[in-house]
């Protein structure tokens, strides 16, 4: 573990490439606000099967599995309904009960790619992870999580996990059979034990939920970054670099450096004081852009 740091203080977040931005939704004015960037960056296949969005609340990715255009379009399908209806929440009122809600939410989401799979042969048994981050009214982060995508957490320079991994390796690690550096290595790292859609119904999302603070930094991304970039790195990057947008391009960089084979998505949000003069509008990338 590298040395805790100084917090970092607030800048303006740079236009995120790979990704389109949107107006930051009108509403009340809340205590805390996420200051998002996400990147997204294709692996060697060309087609970018994940997804992910950064936004003034909400924080999403989903790694979608599948032939063709499957894998992609299940992770779509994630990133919208989350968003979708943790933005309905936010504008009913109905977010005051978030952990139910964002659990509720990946449910659906699950149900949307079962039933376009269902509809099109050419789609059958696609699949997806899909974690996601809420920042709360009432200045908690909440997660909601399936499969192997992760959520960090940053603050004051430490660097803590907020998922466990629904893998096989994990299953093995917790048990005792695998030791983590071995998992880490194991040509099996990446066989799934719960996702979005597929052949096993996932079961509810895993949910765990921490009292925000101004000055923290939440990263969610795909094992595209997680997969080969040690927690160490993650830790350094996300202290050194002072705007969201500039840890996530870096963080693709450290991914592309220590050669991933996979599509890279990093989400990135720094919890501000509502009503600072930074940009809120949201960054949708990968799958989810378009």
Known sequence: MTA?????????????PGGTRSPAPRGPV???????AA????????QDQDAGLAGPALLVVADGVGGGNGGAQAARLAVAEVVRRAAAARETGEDAAPDAGLAAAV?????????????DPALAGMATTCTAAVLTRDGRVVVAHVGDSRAHLLR?????????D????????????LTPEQAAASPMRSVLLRALGG?????????????AEPGDRLLVCSDGLSGVVPASTLQRVL??????????????LAALAAGTRDDVTVVVGDVAPAGWAGSTAAVAVGAADG
């Open 30 to 36: 809340d205590r805390l606000v996420l200051d998002p």
């Open 199 to 211: 052949s096993a119904d996932p079961g509810p999302a895993d949910l765990v939920a921490v009292r």
């Open 239 to 252: 202290g050194a670099e002072r705007r969201p947008a500039a840890a996530a391009s870096r963080l693709v």
């Open 156 to 164: 004051r320079g430490v660097l803590t996990r907020l998922t466990t």
């Open 4 to 16: 805790p740091v100084t917090p970092l203080p607030w800048f303006p977040a740079a236009e995120a």
């Open 166 to 177: 629904h893998t096989l390796v994990q299953a093995l690690v917790a048990s005792g059979e």
């Open 39 to 46: 990147v997204s960056l294709a692996g060697p296949r060309g």
């Open 107 to 119: 449910a659906a989401a699950d149900a949307a790619i079962r039933s376009a799979a269902a509809a």
